[in-house]
């Protein structure tokens, strides 16, 4: 058989780290094949090693058998490897035509831009492969859908045979899903490979040929995705038996601890982000906000948190009005928040570990005194989340939490609230990015929380965690709450219906 | 840390090679010319003397840079800063008839408000309407320079010059006699030890605190503290007069240790050192002391250096100049450093793998 790419006996070291110990992988040429890891397995440093952004310790890199040496990403484009990567990297007010000829542009008379060439040859590229992107739109017009697409047009300009997609699904929604699936199954038939990077199990069943799984640094094996099924998958990549299915008794739901009145937020200058929207959360009761991303989430959240003033409504905890009060006396008050972006809200990245984990409660005792910080008492509470949540880094407590992976940052702000005991758990997207097994876990810590008579408040784009976790979930679509279902006697056709912004009566 | 320490000295070594550079190129030995450089700042005790003082006026403008530096604000408006301190303290010490150990700490009350005042205004600017504090803070330079030559003509002015402040009485003087005396006549005075306990205070708020955490959380990330109910705009406005009162005890260093009155018509030059000074000294605190006092010695000893040989005092300007590139450029030095490193580790993998790989390609063949 023949490969397009082998990478044997790769090791990567980092300082006091061994991130690729003896990976092996082969890409067969007109194949999809995933590489499924959990978070710090280290696939992005593997794929980042075949892009030449690092260069690997030990062990042989193969493109069309003949060995290689990819000293940077010009040579890796060279060889026909292109990656899109998680974030794009792309122009916002460029055109699609400009952002894919950066780099070479093609010029007529020697010094001005040819953009009609270009464009007519990115029109025939998107048709041959069935992206439909309009070559003369702007970045900042298209949807992140579309802007992926861009991204791999970029690397089919530039002529590669080898596409790196790395959580290329992360950002899409389901339907957008549907058509990379679709977009990658064109461009296999057209000779082209693919490494799809991902932990999500499902779309590897759906889409790939055959996986390598890698755990701890080590090629775990390559399976046939055919033949083999999820659990084998997952356990091959956590080294133990996951459950899918959250495990979880009946709620007993019991005072009502928020309650949000008719509230309106006003998202920029803009229309109404949210509007008129009533929502109660119960203690011992977990109610997930199922939505298309953009619907009016975030805003609800933020003026929970006390992140976003509030146009008009009123917000309750407990009863007690919290509508305008500030953040600290919000969190004083039990709210606990998992923010949407852990990096830009969550963490202050160049923070210690243990200075993160207090970032809430550093002003209180123990962990200072008449304003003197008190180190010690902060590392043992450092400490202590770090074990309980099975946080991973380099130095513990104080290790940055920039040198931490996403998963582990994640670990640690989950950690963080829920230590903190909060009446009100505010967790947006808590699992975002992470692998099954990390999933389960923080799935299994929520439900506990709501065991131990508080209340929490799901946000996800997920609908299978919002389905597996939640007791009630409500539905919003354009701002406006569409309705509110019992987990138990709904699915996601009613909730996807709902979404789209059918009311039951009329869906049902 | 300590990487900021190597990467600091490798930029002094670097700047002081480029000197030697310059030295030989306009045709002038390079050894003398740099012995008779540090010979003008250490050679005797009046000499010593003579640099830390020079030094104190930089560790005060180079703290109150590195400090707002620290909380995320970069302020440009130290020279106006220093000049609006010295300028209330001198008022202060021209007005009140006190005795030395009473008039000393209100005059440095009055130049810590004066200070703060001129820098708390692009504070609250920034907090409330987000203006650069760059833009605000650098114009406020230029509101403080007429403001006090103005206010120095109409109030303060010295009889017999145009263009200078009334002298400060000796009760009004940072000078004291002890020191003089121990360093032989130098114009040493008490601002050195001033700015040392300024430097102490400041490493202990910045590094031990609550507050010094919270002022650094909104200078790293904005979003995360107010996620974390730290009053981000507070933060702001007392990050900058903070910085600010330094620099306003700066000036009555200058003004009123230093020197003993203010001429009108000049923007303090150790505003603007200010910046390198902190640049130079990783912004930490005790780095700054020590870089202030480097600078201190080019400062004091190229008057030195220009009078035992003909090489320019522009020489000293350069190398100081070039140091700032360099340690502006840290991260060029590092990397420069760690491809040294990765060279040097890879020369010897390859020497001990060179085997190994090839036995693990037959066995693939």
């Given at each position: 058989m023949e490969y397009v790419v082998e990478m044997l006996n790769i090791r990567k070291e980092f300082t006091g780290i061994v991130a690729n110990d003896d990976i092996t992988l082969r890409l067969k040429r007109g194949e999809i094949h995933a590489l499924l890891g959990e978070n710090g397995a280290g696939k992005s440093t593997l794929m980042s090693i075949l892009f030449g952004m690092y260069q690997a310790d030990r062990g042989t890199i193969k493109v069309g058998g003949k060995e290689v040496r990819i000293s940077n990403p010009n040579v890796a484009n060279q060889l026909g490897i292109g990656m899109v990567h998680q974030h794009f990297k792309l122009v916002e007010n460029f055109t699609v035509t400009e952002n894919i000829v950066l780099g070479s542009e093609p010029r007529k008379w020697g010094i001005v831009l040819d953009v009609k060439q270009a464009g007519k040859k990115i029109e025939e590229l998107s048709k041959r492969y069935g992206l439909n992107v309009d070559p003369y739109a702007k970045i900042e017009e298209i949807s992140v859908g579309m802007q992926q697409r861009v991204e791999i047009l970029k690397m089919l300009y530039r002529k590669a045979e080898v596409l790196i997609l790395d959580e290329p699904t992360g950002v899409l929604t389901p339907q957008e899903i549907q058509e990379l699936g679709k977009i990658m199954k064109n461009l296999i038939a057209e000779g082209k490979s693919i490494i799809l990077i991902t932990h999500k199990l499902k779309e590897i069943k759906e889409f790939a040929d055959r996986c390598t799984v890698i755990r701890r640094g080590k090629t775990i094996g390559t399976v046939d995705v055919a033949p083999t099924s999820e659990t084998a998958m997952a356990e091959m990549m956590v080294g133990r038996q996951v459950s899918f299915k959250v495990q979880k008794t009946e709620s007993?739901?019991?005072?009502?601890?928020?309650?949000?009145?008719?509230?309106?937020?006003?998202?920029?200058?803009?229309?109404?982000?949210?509007?008129?929207?009533?929502?109660?959360?119960?203690?011992?009761?977990?109610?997930?906000?199922?939505?298309?991303?953009?619907?009016?989430?975030?805003?609800?959240?933020?003026?929970?948190?006390?992140?976003?003033?509030?146009?008009?409504?009123?917000?309750?905890?407990?009863?007690?009005?919290?509508?305008?009060?500030?953040?600290?006396?919000?969190?004083?008050?039990?709210?606990?928040?998992?923010?949407?972006?852990?990096?830009?809200?969550?963490?202050?990245?160049?923070?210690?570990?243990?200075?993160?984990?207090?970032?809430?409660?550093?002003?209180?005792?123990?962990?200072?005194?008449?304003?003197?910080?008190?180190?010690?008492?902060?590392?043992?509470?450092?400490?202590?989340?770090?074990?309980?949540?099975?946080?991973?880094?380099?130095?513990?407590?104080?290790?940055?939490?920039?040198?931490?992976?996403?998963?582990?940052?994640?670990?640690?702000?989950?950690?963080?609230?829920?230590e903190r005991n909060p009446v009100l758990l505010v967790a947006v997207q808590p699992t975002r990015g992470l692998d099954v097994g990390s999933i389960e876990y923080i799935h299994k810590r929520l439900i506990e929380h709501r065991d131990k008579g508080n209340a929490v408040l799901l946000v996800s784009l997920e609908l299978d965690e919002i389905m597996n976790v939640s007791d009630r979930i409500a539905v919003v679509s354009n701002g406006e709450l569409v309705g509110v279902v019992r987990a138990a006697d709904t699915n996601a056709n009613e909730i996807g219906l709902m979404m789209a912004g059918v009311r039951r009566e009329a869906g049902a | 840390m300590k990487n900021s320490l190597i990467i600091s000295l490798c930029a002094v070594v670097f700047g002081l090679l480029a000197g030697a550079v310059l030295m030989l190129a306009t045709g002038h030995n390079a050894v003398t010319g740099y012995s008779y450089l540090f010979q003008g700042g250490l050679k005797n005790p009046e000499r010593i003397g003579n640099t830390f003082a020079t030094a104190s006026p930089l560790i005060f403008s180079g703290?109150?840079?590195?400090?707002?530096?620290?909380?995320?604000?970069?302020?440009?408006?130290?020279?106006?800063?220093?000049?609006?301190?010295?300028?209330?303290?001198?008022?202060?010490?021209?007005?009140?008839?006190?005795?030395?150990?009473?008039?000393?700490?209100?005059?440095?009350?009055?130049?810590?408000?004066?200070?703060?005042?001129?820098?708390?205004?692009?504070?609250?600017?920034?907090?409330?309407?987000?203006?650069?504090?760059?833009?605000?803070?650098?114009?406020?330079?230029?509101?403080?320079?007429?403001?006090?030559?103005?206010?120095?003509?109409?109030?303060?002015?010295?009889?017999?010059?145009?263009?200078?402040?009334?002298?400060?009485?000796?009760?009004?003087?940072?000078?004291?006699?002890?020191?003089?005396?121990?360093?032989?006549?130098?114009?040493?005075?008490?601002?050195?030890?001033?700015?040392?306990?300024?430097?102490?205070?400041?490493?202990?708020?910045?590094?031990?605190?609550?507050?010094?955490?919270?002022?650094?959380?909104?200078?790293?990330?904005?979003?995360?503290?107010?996620?974390?109910?730290?009053?981000?705009?507070?933060?702001?406005?007392?990050?900058?007069?903070?910085?600010?009162?330094?620099?306003?005890?700066?000036?009555?260093?200058?003004?009123?240790?230093?020197?003993?009155?203010?001429?009108?018509?000049?923007?303090?030059?150790?505003?603007?050192?200010?910046?390198?000074?902190?640049?130079?000294?990783?912004?930490?605190?005790?780095?700054?002391?020590?870089?202030?006092?480097?600078?201190?010695?080019?400062?004091?000893?190229?008057?030195?250096?220009?009078?035992?040989?003909?090489?320019?005092?522009?020489?000293?300007?350069?190398?100081?100049?070039?140091?700032?590139?360099?340690?502006?450029?840290?991260?060029?030095?590092?990397?420069?450093?760690?491809?040294?490193?990765?060279?040097?580790?890879?020369?010897?993998?390859?020497?001990?793998?060179?085997?190994?790989?090839?036995?693990?390609?037959?066995?693939?063949?």
């Amino acid at each position: 058989m023949e490969y397009v790419v082998e990478m044997l006996n790769i090791r990567k070291e980092f300082t006091g780290i061994v991130a690729n110990d003896d990976i092996t992988l082969r890409l067969k040429r007109g194949e999809i094949h995933a590489l499924l890891g959990e978070n710090g397995a280290g696939k992005s440093t593997l794929m980042s090693i075949l892009f030449g952004m690092y260069q690997a310790d030990r062990g042989t890199i193969k493109v069309g058998g003949k060995e290689v040496r990819i000293s940077n990403p010009n040579v890796a484009n060279q060889l026909g490897i292109g990656m899109v990567h998680q974030h794009f990297k792309l122009v916002e007010n460029f055109t699609v035509t400009e952002n894919i000829v950066l780099g070479s542009e093609p010029r007529k008379w020697g010094i001005v831009l040819d953009v009609k060439q270009a464009g007519k040859k990115i029109e025939e590229l998107s048709k041959r492969y069935g992206l439909n992107v309009d070559p003369y739109a702007k970045i900042e017009e298209i949807s992140v859908g579309m802007q992926q697409r861009v991204e791999i047009l970029k690397m089919l300009y530039r002529k590669a045979e080898v596409l790196i997609l790395d959580e290329p699904t992360g950002v899409l929604t389901p339907q957008e899903i549907q058509e990379l699936g679709k977009i990658m199954k064109n461009l296999i038939a057209e000779g082209k490979s693919i490494i799809l990077i991902t932990h999500k199990l499902k779309e590897i069943k759906e889409f790939a040929d055959r996986c390598t799984v890698i755990r701890r640094g080590k090629t775990i094996g390559t399976v046939d995705v055919a033949p083999t099924s999820e659990t084998a998958m997952a356990e091959m990549m956590v080294g133990r038996q996951v459950s899918f299915k959250v495990q979880k008794t009946e709620s007993d739901p019991g005072k009502v601890v928020l309650k949000v009145d008719s509230l309106t937020v006003r998202s920029g200058r803009k229309s109404l982000a949210l509007s008129n929207f009533s929502l109660e959360v119960r203690a011992g009761e977990i109610v997930g906000i199922a939505g298309v991303e953009g619907n009016g989430q975030s805003d609800l959240v933020e003026a929970v948190t006390g992140l976003r003033k509030v146009e008009s409504g009123k917000i309750y905890l407990y009863g007690e009005e919290i509508t305008g009060i500030p953040v600290r006396d919000r969190i004083e008050s039990g709210i606990g928040h998992i923010p949407e972006d852990r990096q830009r809200r969550g963490l202050v990245l160049d923070y210690s570990l243990g200075e993160n984990m207090v970032l809430e409660v550093y002003h209180k005792e123990p962990f200072s005194r008449r304003g003197i910080l008190q180190k010690q008492a902060i590392r043992k509470y450092a400490d202590h989340i770090i074990e309980s949540f099975d946080v991973r880094s380099g130095g513990s407590a104080a290790s940055t939490v920039r040198s931490l992976s996403g998963g582990n940052q994640q670990k640690a702000i989950i950690g963080r609230e829920i230590e903190r005991n909060p009446v009100l758990l505010v967790a947006v997207q808590p699992t975002r990015g992470l692998d099954v097994g990390s999933i389960e876990y923080i799935h299994k810590r929520l439900i506990e929380h709501r065991d131990k008579g508080n209340a929490v408040l799901l946000v996800s784009l997920e609908l299978d965690e919002i389905m597996n976790v939640s007791d009630r979930i409500a539905v919003v679509s354009n701002g406006e709450l569409v309705g509110v279902v019992r987990a138990a006697d709904t699915n996601a056709n009613e909730i996807g219906l709902m979404m789209a912004g059918v009311r039951r009566e009329a869906g049902a | 840390m300590k990487n900021s320490l190597i990467i600091s000295l490798c930029a002094v070594v670097f700047g002081l090679l480029a000197g030697a550079v310059l030295m030989l190129a306009t045709g002038h030995n390079a050894v003398t010319g740099y012995s008779y450089l540090f010979q003008g700042g250490l050679k005797n005790p009046e000499r010593i003397g003579n640099t830390f003082a020079t030094a104190s006026p930089l560790i005060f403008s180079g703290l109150a840079v590195a400090f707002a530096f620290r909380t995320g604000l970069f302020n440009i408006g130290v020279a106006g800063q220093l000049l609006v301190g010295g300028f209330c303290a001198s008022v202060v010490g021209l007005n009140l008839d006190l005795p030395k150990v009473v008039l000393l700490p209100i005059m440095l009350i009055a130049g810590a408000l004066g200070g703060a005042l001129w820098s708390v205004i692009p504070g609250l600017l920034k907090a409330r309407f987000n203006v650069h504090e760059v833009v605000s803070s650098i114009m406020m330079n230029w509101v403080g320079f007429w403001t006090v030559y103005y206010g120095v003509q109409s109030y303060i002015k010295n009889p017999s010059s145009e263009t200078e402040s009334k002298q400060l009485p000796e009760a009004a003087t940072l000078k004291a006699h002890w020191m003089t005396d121990l360093f032989h006549g130098s114009y040493i005075n008490l601002g050195l030890l001033v700015a040392v306990v300024v430097v102490i205070v400041v490493a202990f708020i910045i590094n031990k605190t609550t507050f010094g955490y919270e002022l650094k959380a909104v200078g790293h990330n904005r979003d995360a503290s107010e996620y974390a109910g730290i009053a981000v705009n507070r933060s702001i406005v007392f990050s900058m007069a903070i910085s600010g009162a330094i620099a306003g005890l700066g000036g009555v260093a200058l003004y009123a240790g230093n020197a003993s009155n203010i001429q009108i018509g000049i923007l303090p030059s150790q505003g603007f050192d200010g910046i390198a000074v902190s640049l130079l000294g990783a912004n930490n605190p005790l780095g700054v002391l020590l870089s202030a006092i480097f600078f201190g010695l080019l400062y004091s000893g190229r008057g030195f250096m220009n009078a035992m040989t003909d090489i320019p005092p522009e020489i000293a300007d350069s190398i100081i100049a070039i140091i700032i590139y360099f340690s502006a450029t840290s991260i060029m030095i590092e990397r420069l450093i760690r491809w040294l490193i990765r060279r040097r580790a890879n020369a010897k993998l390859n020497a001990s793998q060179d085997g190994k790989v090839k036995s693990s390609h037959v066995e693939h063949d």
